[in-house]
């Protein structure tokens, strides 16, 4: 995004050149015409989209809030396609920024350049289904979690709305409203405790735990779950009125390794968000939890592996269903 001053021209031929004198760029070319007009090139072997926006003001501060309709007052067409398709530098639209959490965004920027990649390898043959899939297994290797076989050839959906969100379990659901919601995908209450020990790797931002600190169910006080000793060190991580976007671990002292000491956690009360705690807390759920504890905890490495499998089957498109999305995070 730039300023009033440098023209489309300034973006097509002088940065143009420049990056092209860069030896990490390779490959660089412009796409003058396209709906969006952007320079595409890669930057160490990763492929990026760059689109240009010209924006009617002075300057553009570092922080700049695009969806902030003063910076978009006359704008012109092309431009405002620009930023409204890339508003986070990638493309994305509206629908999917207000889909997915302010505090969950940084992941949806890892699968823009497998997507790019993998287009400019075969285009539209591998969906962003199966991209999703590949990488959850792949981040679990990566952690130390056993490997499983990802069954692959998903189409992707041809609606992108942030209202189908409704229907995943929020973060202070009852555990009749998680068995539930499971339910409803075909999922039974030992594949739900299974699949949220994928807790075992990642954060949470503090806006999901604070409330279970500070003021849970209007008490004014604590989650009475939350165990005496970790409440401090919770607290410590969220203070009250602090940053919401602030993040902690979902299995203290294990964050990026994947394996039950999340379950062990969740036993002595020291689940992180509440739809965690609740997991030990209601009978429903607490005998699988105790399916995994001690020597038993072995099974959740492969246990996890099939649970992902049945998860992936979930109203699969194949055939002449849906399609392959070019970009991950719209509709074609
Ligand atoms: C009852 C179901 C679930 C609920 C209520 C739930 C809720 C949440 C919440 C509130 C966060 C923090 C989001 C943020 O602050 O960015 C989170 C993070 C995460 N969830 Fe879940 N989740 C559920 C199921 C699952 C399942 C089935 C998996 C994987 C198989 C999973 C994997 C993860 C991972 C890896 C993170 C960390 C993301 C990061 O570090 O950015 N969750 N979950």
């Not at 009033?4 to 990490?24: G, S, W, Y």
């Not at 849970?216 to 060190?233: E, R, V």
């Not at 919401?244 to 992180?272: C, K, Q």
């Amino acid at each position: 995004m730039s300023p009033r001053m440098p023209t489309r021209n300034d973006f097509f031929i002088v940065l143009h050149e420049i990056f092209a004198k860069r030896v990490e760029v390779s490959d660089i070319h412009c796409v003058k015409d396209a709906k969006v007009p952007l320079m595409m090139f890669k930057f160490e072997g990763i492929s990026v989209d760059l689109p240009y926006a010209q924006l009617q003001v002075i300057t553009v501060p570092e922080n700049v809030d695009i969806l902030n309709p003063l910076f978009l007052n006359g704008i012109d067409e092309f431009d405002l396609q620009n930023v409204d398709i890339y508003p986070l530098g990638l493309l994305e639209n509206q629908t999917m920024r207000d889909a997915i959490p302010k505090t969950a965004r940084h992941f949806i920027f890892p699968l823009h350049p497998i997507r790019s990649q993998l287009e400019t390898a075969c285009p539209g043959v591998v969906s962003c289904a199966d991209i999703v899939a590949l990488a959850a297994r792949d981040s679990v290797v990566q952690t130390g979690g056993r490997s499983w076989q990802v069954p692959l050839g998903r189409r992707d959906g041809l609606v992108s709305q942030a209202s189908d969100t409704a229907n995943l379990p929020a973060f202070n659901d009852p555990i009749s409203v998680q068995i539930s919601k499971f339910a409803d995908k075909g999922l039974n209450t030992q594949d739900l405790v299974t699949l949220v020990g994928g807790h075992t790797i990642g954060t949470s931002a503090c806006a999901f735990i604070s409330v279970r600190l500070y003021n849970f169910n209007n008490t004014n006080g604590p989650d009475p779950d939350i165990n005496q000793a970790f409440l401090p060190q919770l607290r410590a991580l969220c203070p009250d009125g602090g940053d919401g976007s602030r993040r902690v671990a979902l299995d203290t002292g294990s964050v990026n390794s994947f394996g039950s000491s999340y379950y062990e956690n969740l036993r002595n009360g020291r689940g992180v968000i509440e739809s965690d705690a609740k997991l030990w807390s209601d009978r429903r759920t607490q005998r699988y939890v105790r399916g995994f504890l001690g020597q038993a905890g072995s099974r959740f490495n492969a246990e996890f592996g099939r649970a992902m499998v049945k998860m992936g089957n979930v109203e699969v498109k194949t055939g002449r269903q849906g399609e392959i999305r070019r970009v991950c995070t719209a509709t074609n």
